[in-house]
């Protein structure tokens, strides 16, 4: 029953990931405010999405909103409780557009594009997979180090005494 209860929670940390692809903004402008938001809690990460005085924050912002009203609407997971476990920003394909110029020549514009990928986890389940690690773990060294004491694990056998 634990084993289900831990695939089940494994499954709803994979299936609460958002992302967004090929968002007008350089990745370098992106990462500064991804940066800032990692590992923090719904709530705060909207505060402060809210504050900072960057045009990056509005695509970021809407994909956050985003990725916890799917939480909280396909799982019914509450948005208290979610936690950004991960945040990456990766390069996009670079746009490039001609732009008519004097003499009949034409100059390139360039528009840089990124991929911003959340994983909201929900930390409410964080006790009962532990739980579940746990009793693997115990489990699995019974049954490979039965022969063994902590002594034999932890002593060098002397080869360090002689000199």
């Not at 084993?3 to 692809?21: A, E, M, P, R, T």
């Not at 001609?98 to 594009?113: D, E, F, H, L, N």
Request: hydrophobic share 40%; proline share 2%; charged share 25%.
């Amino acid at each position: 029953m634990k084993f289900i209860l831990s695939f089940l929670f494994l499954i709803i940390k994979n299936l609460n990931q958002k992302s967004g692809f090929f968002i007008y903004m350089s990745a370098h402008k992106a990462r500064r405010i991804i940066d800032q938001i990692r590992g923090r809690s719904y709530e705060e990460t909207l505060m402060i999405l809210e504050l900072m005085p960057y045009r990056a924050c509005y695509p970021i912002f809407k994909l956050v909103y985003s990725a916890a009203a799917n939480a909280s609407h396909n799982m019914g997971l509450n948005e208290a409780s979610l936690v950004i476990s991960k945040a990456e920003v990766n390069e996009g394909a670079t746009m490039k557009k001609m732009k008519p110029r004097a003499r009949g020549r034409s100059y390139v514009i360039k528009r840089q594009t990124c991929h911003i990928s959340i994983v909201l986890e929900d930390i409410s389940y964080e006790e009962y997979e532990e739980d579940f690690l746990q009793s693997r773990r115990i489990k699995l060294n019974k049954n490979k180090y039965t022969h063994m004491t902590f002594d034999d694990i932890y002593t060098s056998g002397g080869l360090w005494d002689k000199k």
